[in-house]
């Protein structure tokens, strides 16, 4: 079953704009990963933050984790049309597997 | 660029034909993963591995096999291919559980 799920579903944003996404997931966890996935592709790892972090940082990405309220936020800072992509929130909550929500399409309009 | 590749990247089949789409990694990582993707959707984990003879079912049902005979490699296969089983699979590998996990491109699988 689902374990996360992102929104908005679709967000579009003009260049130079920030973007931000939202994850809320049902059960405790490990930790949470951020990944991209552009049209027809596999996925490319962004970002892992642990459940004992609050914030992370990688370049232009600023990712939030909230256990208590059990949510995610991923930021990306000065978007660039070449962001243009699905991001998706994926959380493991035991050693077997990580579970994805739906996904957040991004358009950054230039 | 990361050392997973799957084969096909795109494959047209007629119903009842029986496929096997590959997975390979250079990585040395034991744990693989398929994940089965419809176009704009989640992805949903079908099966997975722990390392050499381990082989197990995810979340989503799925009428697929796979098997882990090599390090390597994770071959997912389709005994009698059907018009319901036409979607993305994604095959990933990590070297722990709940890491970073390294996608292979995907291969699309329609079945007419």
């Known amino acids: 079953s689902q374990q996360g799920e992102e929104d908005p579903q679709a967000l579009s944003i003009q260049e130079g704009e920030n973007a931000t996404m939202n994850c809320s997931y049902k059960t405790s966890i490990n930790n949470l990963q951020w990944y991209r996935q552009n049209s027809g592709r596999g996925l490319v790892h962004l970002i892992l933050?642990?459940?004992?972090?609050r914030e992370k940082h990688s370049g232009r990405l600023r990712v939030t984790l909230d256990t208590s309220k059990k949510s995610s936020s991923l930021l990306i800072t000065a978007s660039r049309a070449a962001d243009t992509a699905s991001y998706f929130c994926?959380?493991?909550?035991?050693?077997?597997?990580?579970?994805f929500g739906a996904g957040t399409r991004l358009t950054v309009k230039p | 660029e990361a050392d997973i590749y799957q084969t096909p990247r795109y494959l047209v089949i007629g119903t009842g034909k029986k496929i096997t789409l590959e997975c390979s990694q250079t990585m040395g990582h034991d744990k693989m993963y398929w994940y089965q993707q419809d176009p704009g959707m989640e992805l949903h984990l079908i099966h997975y591995?722990?390392?050499?003879?381990?082989?197990e079912k995810g979340d989503l049902s799925s009428e697929s096999t796979v098997s882990r005979i090599r390090t390597e490699h994770f071959p997912l296969t389709l005994e009698s291919a059907r018009p319901s089983h036409t979607s993305q699979y994604l095959c990933?590998?990590?070297?722990?559980?709940?890491?970073?996990?390294?996608f292979g491109q995907g291969t699309r699988l329609t079945v007419v």
């Open positions: 994926a959380s493991s909550y035991n050693n077997n597997d990580m579970r």
């Open positions: 933050i642990r459940s004992n972090e």
């Open positions: 591995s722990y390392g050499v003879n381990s082989t």
């Open positions: 990933a590998s990590s070297a722990q559980w709940n890491t970073e996990a390294f």
